[in-house]
């Protein structure tokens, strides 16, 4: 009985469907979309309006008619902050769940641990957060920013500021190593000095020590990379010992929005460039942030990871309205090869470069200051994913399925 | 003067260690050095504690009052967890991991679904001081003070009092205890909510310089278990030369390498230790003086 009222269901969605909007006979069928991201443990906080966001954009695609006709579902998993969730349910959603797409992965580690799973069960996965850059795979598009267009707006803008003594302190991980590397690149190219860097293992809290060594330097500048809620305790620490040399970030304040979690000043002179936060002062952030605080009136934070899995979905959207209703992973990335799959989103235009599948962005210049109050000093407009391309990775000739960093560049032909 | 300078520094950052791991070790020295329950779920206690601390703190009350209602609110579900869960556990201390890591996972949850991802900190008190080229935060030094005080408290309070005579006698030889009149299920459960509160207290002291979220116990988790294990059954002789011991390790290591190798000697440090005392720091003191 209930079978029967299925199908019949499914018959008359059928026909309605083919009533619309004309498609081929799978049209009813709705798109299936993974979600694995993190909703519990050490990422949550960051990670929670990132499904939030997708969900928003699912419901506004689904009540304008759906792509291409077709309904999304949404099969969401929570990947509790660990490695090896990401890789049991990257299996299940591509190979059970037999979803056209995913949209998954927080921190850098989780990433290169579904990666492999994604590239041999051929499937097609968007990773929808900054990290350190460098992933040349197919089977990927990435729409959070890259050290190209973090780094390089950030630090010469703070060298200049403050002085070319240049102090890191990051992440033990793949994310805080290459991205310490390219802060070494991008400082010497203008001139500066290193004159420390510490690398700190997650889930680390107490940073007295680390403190007492930037004091024992002085640097004019210190770039902090710290990831999760443990390592955030740094600021509290070192705002209590009086350590106030003006800070840089390519994660914090965007991602962690440790200037709503703290107590003022402890954030204060913190400068991260962001391709968005909710304090962004656009008419279209303003209209966005009122249809996410309608929707989700608890939200705590807006932070641009969020935003990417927002504009995320509209991108996978266009490609599969543009490659006819085809969810084959070589149609859409046809589309993508024609260098023109642009959405406005509500940082601004952003575009998907054909030779990464990485995503152009605007990148706001955010300080935090005394009262932890935001202001942008700078806006630079449509920053792109250049590197990639520049150091020989083309995704339209060869896909290498790979990642490189500034010391391990793409092979020449 | 700048010699001086860097010994304080040196100094202040052994004590700032030798405090961390005495205060993440000492609710479960009682709990596990003691009882033999091995809480898994220490660090929500220490959680618990910091979230009540903040709340209370933001509502207006002085800090130092905020700590301690943070101690009391752990302590106070502390004595419901043990009527609950651990009374029915205390012969089959492998079931006490499965049961406690239980209820660390359902307090992680339940806090991240009931309160949300992350409350706003209160700040640390008291500013700062200036020796030498460096600068410290004062409150650092009432965490130091604190973690002395405690472990002060623990030895009167174990050695000196009626109430911890009996909570020892009670533990070593239940039975006999019991003959001669002493309630004993009274006395471990106000022994394992001394443990709770402890840490909830813990949590307190430390809720100003951390960010108060639901996995912020499980910093503390590491480090109280290798303290309780390197110190061995004793609260007092086996925690404080335990914290002391590890505490001037991970200070030097890290002033010398970083935080990645403040750990590594930690945990090398804790291997040769157990290696060479199987039965802890006080268990290789108590057999010395007896």
């Known amino acids: 009985m209930l079978e029967s009222i299925a199908r019949g269901t499914r018959i008359a969605s059928l026909i309605g469907a083919g009533l619309l909007v004309a498609g081929p006979a799978f049209a009813a069928d ?38 291409a006709g077709r309904k999304i579902e949404l099969v969401i998993y929570d990947t509790q902050s660990d490695n090896t969730r990401y890789q049991e349910f990257m299996r299940r959603v591509l190979q059970r769940d037999k979803v056209n797409v995913v949209f998954a992965g927080f921190s850098s580690a989780s990433r290169e641990a579904y990666r492999p799973i994604v590239d041999q069960l051929d499937g097609f996965a968007f990773y929808n957060n900054q990290y350190e850059g460098g992933v040349c795979d197919g089977h990927m598009v990435v729409t959070g920013a890259v050290p190209e267009q973090q780094f390089s707006t950030l630090i010469p803008w703070m060298m200049e500021k403050y002085g070319k003594r240049v102090y890191t302190i990051a992440a033990d991980y793949n994310f805080g190593q290459i991205s310490a590397e390219w802060v070494r690149m991008i400082v010497k190219q203008n001139g500066g000095e290193m004159v420390g860097e510490e690398f700190i293992p997650l889930g680390v809290s107490q940073f007295s020590q680390t403190i007492a060594n930037i004091q024992k330097v002085k640097p004019d500048v210190l770039i902090t990379l710290l990831v999760g809620t443990a390592q955030a305790s740094y600021y509290e620490q070192a705002a209590a010992a009086n350590l106030k040399v003006p800070m840089g970030s390519s994660v914090n304040v965007g991602q962690g929005y440790e200037h709503k979690r703290f107590k003022p000043p402890s954030l204060a002179n913190m400068y991260a460039t962001v391709n968005y936060i909710e304090e962004v002062d656009t008419p279209e952030s303003k209209a966005f942030v009122a249809k996410w605080k309608a929707k989700f009136p608890n939200e705590p934070y807006i932070n641009q990871e969020a935003e990417n899995s927002y504009h995320a979905v509209y991108l996978y959207k266009q490609m599969v309205e543009r490659a006819n209703g085809s969810t084959a992973r070589a149609d859409l990335r046809a589309v993508i090869a024609k260098g023109d799959v642009c959405v406005d989103a509500p940082e601004g235009k952003v575009c998907i470069d054909p030779k990464s599948q990485h995503v152009s962005h605007t990148i706001y210049m955010a300080r935090v200051g005394e009262d932890h109050s935001i202001t942008f000093p700078k ?10 391309g520049e150091a020989g990775c083309d995704l339209t000739k060869k896909d290498p399925m790979a990642q490189y960093t500034p010391s391990n560049p793409p092979p020449k032909p | 003067m700048d010699f001086l300078s860097s010994l304080f520094g040196f100094v202040y950052q052994c004590g700032d260690a030798f405090a961390f791991l005495v205060l993440a070790a000492c609710g479960l020295a009682v709990i596990f050095g003691m009882m033999g329950v091995i809480n898994l779920a220490h660090g929500e206690f220490i959680m ?12 207006g009350l002085p800090l130092p009052l905020a700590i ?29 991991i499965v049961a406690t890591w239980g209820l660390s996972l359902i307090a992680t949850q339940g806090t991240l679904i009931v309160l949300g991802s992350s409350v706003q900190g209160v700040g640390v008190p008291l500013g700062s001081f200036t020796v030498g080229a460096y600068s410290y935060s004062t409150y650092r030094l009432v965490l130091i003070a604190s973690a002395l005080a405690i472990l ?61 979220v639901p996995t912020m116990g499980s910093t503390f988790i590491m480090e109280a278990f290798v303290t309780v294990v390197v110190g061995g059954a004793d609260v007092f002789l086996g925690t404080s030369p335990a914290a ?35 039965k802890g720091i006080s268990g290789f003191i108590l057999r010395e003086r007896g």
Request: a positive charge.
């Open chain 1, 379 to 388: 806006v630079w407009h449509d920053i792109k994913p250049y590197w990639l």
């Open chain 2, 152 to 212: 002060a408290g623990l030895y009167l309070g174990f050695n000196k009092t009626r109430f911890g005579i009996l909570a020892r006698a009670t533990i070593q030889l239940p039975h006999m205890a019991e003959a001669l009149g002493v309630d004993t299920k009274f006395v471990y459960s106000m022994t394992f909510a001394l443990g709770a509160a402890l840490a909830g207290l813990v949590g307190g002291l430390y809720a100003p310089t951390m960010t108060i």
């Open chain 2, 244 to 278: 002391a011991v590890l505490g001037v390790v991970k200070a030097a290591m890290t002033s010398w390498q970083g935080q990645l190798f403040g750990q590594i000697g930690l945990l090398i440090a804790v291997i040769i230790v157990i290696r060479v005392l199987p």
């Open chain 2, 48 to 59: 618990c504690g910091a979230y009540v601390t903040v709340t209370t703190a933001r509502a």
């Open chain 1, 30 to 67: 709705p798109i299936k979309l993974g979600v694995l991201e993190d909703q519990s443990g050490d990422f949550a906080l960051a990670t929670i309006g990132k499904v939030h966001g997708i969900q928003l954009a699912t419901d506004e695609i689904n009540a304008a008619g759906g792509i």
């Open chain 2, 68 to 96: 301690l209602c943070g101690g009391l609110a752990a302590g106070a579900v502390g004595l419901v967890v043990e009527r609950l869960v651990i009374r029915q556990l205390y012969d089959r201390p492998m079931d006490t």
